[in-house]
Nanobody
């Protein structure tokens, strides 16, 4: 089974930027839709960005215009560029393969350990 390792989190002030990385142990990003999730304390995990196998991105309204999902198939790595960060973006961020189920995307693989993002002044 493909292992996913997230990195790049940290602490930043509001308005700052971070770039998260998700390294896969195998080639999944070019063959599957993939997504970035986040989970804030006391809240359910939510999907914030998706990239289809064909490379089409989609975003949750809460991050649209601020976050950019991208991938490097040669490096088996998925990225999430996060700009104009807000305190409400504070969460543990995870990547995963996703599958389409009706109008929804569902996580399809095992979860990694995630990477913590903290936005605070």
């Amino acid at each position: 089974q493909v292992q996913l390792v997230e990195s790049g989190g940290g602490s930043v002030q509001p308005g700052g930027s971070l770039r998260l990385s998700c390294a896969a142990s195998g080639n999944i990003f070019s063959r599957n839709a993939v997504g970035w999730y986040r989970q804030a304390p006391g809240k359910q995990r939510e999907l914030v960005a998706v990239m289809t196998s064909g490379g089409t991105p989609d975003y949750a309204d809460s991050v649209k215009g601020r976050f950019t999902i991208s991938r490097d198939n040669a490096k088996n790595t998925l990225y999430l560029q996060m700009n104009s960060l807000k305190p409400e973006d504070t969460a543990v961020y995870y990547c995963n393969a996703v599958i389409s189920f009706g109008s929804r995307w569902l996580a399809a693989g095992s979860w990694g350990q995630g990477t913590q993002v903290t936005v605070s002044s």
